[in-house]
């Protein structure tokens, strides 16, 4: 069983930059493609990023694109989502995904983590 534990979340002030890591236990990672996601109160769950096994191939949403960069470190079995220029909008409780195979975007990740919060205020 794949275990995902996110982490780095906080309270930041609107323009300020956070990185969340999230850390793979007990299966292949670099077999699987990860991916972020988030989800406000009230809010449906909403794509962030996504990345191939390898890192080659990424995927944005969005809503994020240009400010967000997904990157991961297979020999630490961690993928991280560095988050700049936040915006209020972003508050949200992100989660980490894993899946086999290559769609990024999908929602059935058959793996997720807790979530960690991420509060950015005006």
């Known amino acids: 069983q794949v275990q995902l534990v996110e982490s780095g979340g906080g309270l930041v002030q609107a323009g300020g930059s956070l990185r969340l890591s999230c850390a793979a236990s007990?299966?292949?990672?670099?077999?699987?493609?990860m991916g972020w996601f988030r989800q406000a109160p009230g809010k449906e769950r909403e794509f962030v990023a996504a990345?191939?096994?390898?890192?080659?191939?990424?995927n944005y949403g969005d809503s994020v694109k240009g400010r967000f960069i997904i990157s991961r470190d297979n020999a630490k079995n961690t993928v991280y989502l560095q988050m700049n220029s936040l915006k209020p909008e972003d508050t949200a409780v992100y989660y980490c995904?894993?899946?086999?195979?290559?769609?990024?975007?999908?929602?059935?990740?058959?793996?997720w983590g807790q979530g960690t919060q991420v509060t950015v205020s005006p």
């Open positions: 990345i191939s096994w390898g890192g080659r191939n990424t």
């Open positions: 007990g299966g292949t990672f670099s077999s699987y493609a």
């Open positions: 995904a894993a899946q086999i195979g290559w769609a990024p975007t999908t929602a059935e990740y058959p793996w």
